[in-house]
């Protein structure tokens, strides 16, 4: 049980950080474009992370079953 509890903490840190790495000042002055797309990259990186986060409870269902 506790490995669900790692593994959905590591995506949502992973998550969190990308949203502050995306939204900073710094990154807005290099690319100024990514403000302009948000919707279709957030909605790639939130997908990206469905799959991990499915991949990972199933590789942990299939480990702890074993």
Do not use: D, Q
């Not at 474009?33 to 590789?59: D, W």
């Amino acid at each position: 049980m506790w490995i669900y509890i790692v593994v959905i903490g590591i995506a949502l840190l992973a998550a969190v950080g990308t949203f502050w790495v995306g939204f900073s000042a710094e990154n807005k002055k290099r690319n100024p474009e990514y403000e302009h797309r948000t919707k279709k990259n957030l909605s790639k990186l939130t997908s990206m992370y469905v799959v991990t986060v499915v991949l990972a409870i199933i590789i942990c269902v299939a480990v702890y079953l074993r």
